[in-house]
Each structure stands twice: as structure tokens, then as C-alpha cells.
């Protein structure tokens, strides 16, 4: 993993984001553009033979259904999607938010911020709260949903191989 090949990858994306996201705030429309500009250069790279991983915050099922089309119709070969929804609470996020995002967003120094305002389970709001900055919409079809209050880091990425292994099995078998 840590090739200069990895490294120059690595550094190329996080170049591109760079340069890409500057203009960018956290409107509905700002973050749907954030979304269709990584499934870009995510199919870019897969089309090139990379493996991506990417975790943006994805709040609404629009922007999550057209980086799957994208990805799926641009990356050639490379080109599989999976959805795993991480279904983390609100108080987990906020709690372990190193850059201190959500106590901005909850003094207001953020605008549109997701999450902040809404019910207690983040994963069951679909419409904004009174007071809610913006709302998350769950996954309908994630392929698969962890929770880091639940599972250990171990056993999610065990789910998440699985559940690629699976993946691969069943489309050699067809």
C-alpha cells in the first residue's frame, strides 16, 4: 500500500479535490456537484485500473444514484459501485469531530450543514427539521450499513470485503 505509485495517486486526487472544491459551500446544489465531480475522477481512475475509495458525505439519494450511473457507465471494466451506508448517530459524529464542524454548525458559524437540528436518529430524518440546517436521506438500496457505535473497525472492514467478495463470486458465476 504504500508503493510511489499509491502515493502518486494519492496525491493527484487530493490535488484534484483541491481544485475542485474551492468554489463549493454546502448548498443542496454546491454538495450535488461535489458528488458528481468524485464519481468523475472515481471513474476516471477505475477506468485507468485503480481501485477508489471514496467517502464523501453523500446526504441525498439524487447525488448517490447519478455517482453510481457514472460510475458504472464511465469506468469501463473498473467500474463497480457499492454503497455502504455508515449509519452513525449524530451524538458519535459530534462527539468525535476533530475539526470541530458541528460545534461551528451548532453556533451557527456554518450554514447548511447536515445533521445539525435534526431528531435524535440521523438515519430516520428525511425532511428538515425546524431549525435544521439541511437533512440527511438515507440510503434506500445502501449495499451494505455499518455503525462504528456497534461494530469494530475490524468487523466493518471484514462486512465490507465480504460483501465486495460476494459481489465478484456472483458476476463470475452469471
Known amino acids: ?68 450511473d457514472t460510475i458504472q457507465h464511465a469506468g469501463g471494466a473498473g467500474g463497480n459501485f457499492f454503497l455502504i451506508h455508515v449509519a452513525t448517530p449524530l451524538e458519535h459524529c459530534e462527539k468525535t469531530d476533530r475539526k470541530g464542524n458541528y460545534a461551528k454548525a451548532r453556533r451557527g458559524e456554518i450554514k447548511g450543514f447536515t445533521g445539525i437540528g435534526e431528531y435524535e436518529e440521523a438515519a430516520c430524518v428525511t425532511e428538515a427539521d425546524e431549525g435544521t440546517d439541511d437533512v440527511y436521506e438515507p440510503p434506500s438500496k445502501p449495499d451494505l450499513i455499518v455503525d462504528v457505535t456497534q461494530q469494530t473497525i475490524p468487523e466493518i472492514v471484514h462486512s465490507t470485503c465480504t460483501t465486495i467478495i460476494r459481489s465478484v463470486l456472483f458476476s463470475l458465476a452469471l
Open 1 to 68: 500500500m504504500n508503493s510511489p505509485l499509491v502515493r502518486k495517486l494519492i496525491r493527484r486526487a487530493k490535488g484534484v479535490w483541491l481544485t475542485t472544491h474551492l468554489e463549493l459551500g454546502f448548498s443542496a446544489e454546491d454538495r450535488h456537484t461535489n458528488i458528481q465531480r468524485i464519481a468523475f475522477v472515481s471513474a476516471e481512475l477505475a477506468r485507468a485500473g485503480a481501485a477508489v475509495i471514496a467517502a464523501p458525505i453523500a446526504p441525498y439519494e439524487r447525488s448517490r444514484n447519478a455517482a453510481r
